[in-house]
């Protein structure tokens, strides 16, 4: 099943950060397992998440002159993806309390990963141009790629509501495209547990949007969630 974008697999990376690690230097990306009292652990880990945007806005331009284009309209889409499988991740801890962390079979801080998902995009309202000569008016939601639901690695669906240049869609356009975060301790991955669940704090951007707007309503909202389920050491 193909992945997410690349983007979001980079903020989905960035989750993972030890709240009571210090910052790593740059070390060799084969971590040696000789080292007295060094200790890692393995754990794989699953990752859940939903992202909905929504975007409302009304806006005319050259006012009082010929043919002035009116717009108003509401765009909405929603994401949704999970990793089940295949991810593992190692702490490792060293004397002097530094830890680090990698996914299985990659270099040092290297954790990142993909995580298939599905994409629904709806729009609707109107772009006028007033009666001809000057144009008429046409639909926002009028391309195929609108209600259609796609596993994506991008985004398919970006056409819906892009046709006539008059939306100016989404601050946050693919999932996790601000990073997101949860903290966890040191206790937590070394400990006796047998894992632990995180819930990421959303963060989004604050829309950024062109000033011709008459009005503008922007929400974004999302979760995800991590399991991390302790597995026997191969060190």
Not at 216 to 226: A, F, P, Q, T, W
């Amino acid at each position: 099943m193909p992945s997410l974008a690349k983007a979001a697999l980079t903020a989905a990376a960035a989750t993972l950060a030890l709240a009571t690690a210090a910052t790593a230097q740059p070390q060799p990306p084969n971590i040696p397992n000789d080292i007295p009292t060094v200790k890692t652990v393995r754990f794989k880990m699953t990752i859940h998440g939903l992202q909905h945007s929504f975007f409302a806005f009304s806006f005319t331009l050259n006012k009082g002159g010929d043919c002035p284009p009116h717009a108003e309209g509401q765009i909405s889409e929603d994401w949704e993806f999970a990793r089940g499988r295949g991810t593992v991740l190692i702490f490792t801890k060293f004397p002097g309390g530094l830890v680090t962390m990698r996914r299985e079979g990659r270099g040092l801080g290297d954790a990142a990963f993909a995580a298939p998902g599905g994409l629904q995009r709806v729009a609707n309202g109107f772009y006028d141009l007033s009666p001809p000569p000057c144009g008429g008016s046409h639909n926002f939601g009028e391309e195929p790629a609108c209600g259609e639901e796609f596993e994506v690695n991008s985004d398919p669906a970006a056409p819906c509501g892009e046709k006539f240049g008059a939306i100016d869609l989404f601050a946050t356009p693919f999932p996790l495209l601000t990073r997101q975060k949860a903290a966890f301790t040191k206790k937590q991955i070394f400990g006796r547990k047998r894992g632990f669940h995180l819930v990421l704090k959303d963060h989004f951007l604050e829309p950024l949007h062109e000033p011709v707007y008459d009005s503008v309503e922007e929400k974004l909202n999302g979760e995800s969630d991590v399991t991390l389920k302790r597995l026997k050491s191969n060190y």
